[in-house]
């Protein structure tokens, strides 16, 4: 069965620090794999998808970016954090091609103090 | 507009009531549509997807689509203290953009005992 992985699921950063975010999916291959990033009291708002390694989509200018090093690994970065980037960020997966749904991680909670 | 519009309650039911979620589009092309039940602090996990117009049921859940009006909804039966989460809508963008999902931006449930 597939599982996808996410850590941390919590993390208290300073304004002006890096990010690193990792998420791995396990048995499959060839995902496509998406951030989003959920306000508070808000709903989901896409940041990347990727349909291959190397292969990333940006869906909103900001402050963060994305990579996709190997076929099941994702990774959210950023260089210089800003307080506006605190909220709750989920990797998901779905198969190539999928018209419906996707499989979420349990999320990565960031604070920017 | 944004493209799902989604009422975000917060909503207050007694056990056992029927409970209504309900969901707005504005864009015709839309084929796919789901519902995510998404705990305090976790990743969003998919209930329900529908394609087109109609019904779909699975057990306490019903989700219906009507593409006249614009309009999906999940309706939950026998409502339970463990539905109390937040819901959120969702459509498949279609096109080349199968897997790309957009969310409304969730409601609010509590089921009081």
């Known amino acids: 069965s597939q599982t996808i992985h996410q850590w941390p699921a919590t993390l208290v950063q300073p304004v002006g620090s890096p990010l690193s975010l990792e998420c791995t999916v396990e048995?499959?291959?060839?995902?496509?794999l998406y951030w989003y990033r959920q306000a508070a009291g808000r709903g989901l708002q896409l940041l990347f998808y990727s349909v291959g390694i190397g292969q990333i989509s940006s869906e909103v200018p900001q402050n963060l970016s994305a990579s996709r090093p190997q076929d099941r690994q994702f990774i959210l970065s950023s260089k210089k954090l800003l307080l506006s980037d605190s909220g709750f960020y989920l990797c998901?997966?779905?198969?190539?091609?999928?018209?419906?749904?996707?499989?979420f991680g349990s999320g990565t909670r960031l604070t920017v103090v | 507009q944004k493209e799902v519009e989604q009422d975000p309650g917060p909503l207050s039911v007694p056990e056992g009531a029927i409970v209504s979620l309900n969901c707005t589009y504005s864009n015709s092309a839309f084929q796919y549509f789901m519902w995510y039940r998404q705990y305090s602090r976790k990743g969003p996990e998919l209930l329900m997807y529908?394609?087109?117009?109609g019904n779909k049921e699975d057990g306490r859940f019903t989700a219906q689509v009507d593409k006249s009006s614009k309009y999906i909804s999940l309706f939950i039966r026998d409502s339970q203290p463990s539905d109390s989460a937040t819901y959120l809508c969702a459509r498949n963008a279609g096109g080349t953009s199968y897997g790309k999902l957009t969310f409304g931006q969730g409601t609010i449930l509590t089921v009081h005992p």
């Open positions: 998901a997966w779905s198969p190539p091609g999928a018209r419906y749904g996707y499989t």
């Open positions: 048995g499959t291959s060839n995902p496509n």
């Open positions: 529908t394609y087109s117009s």
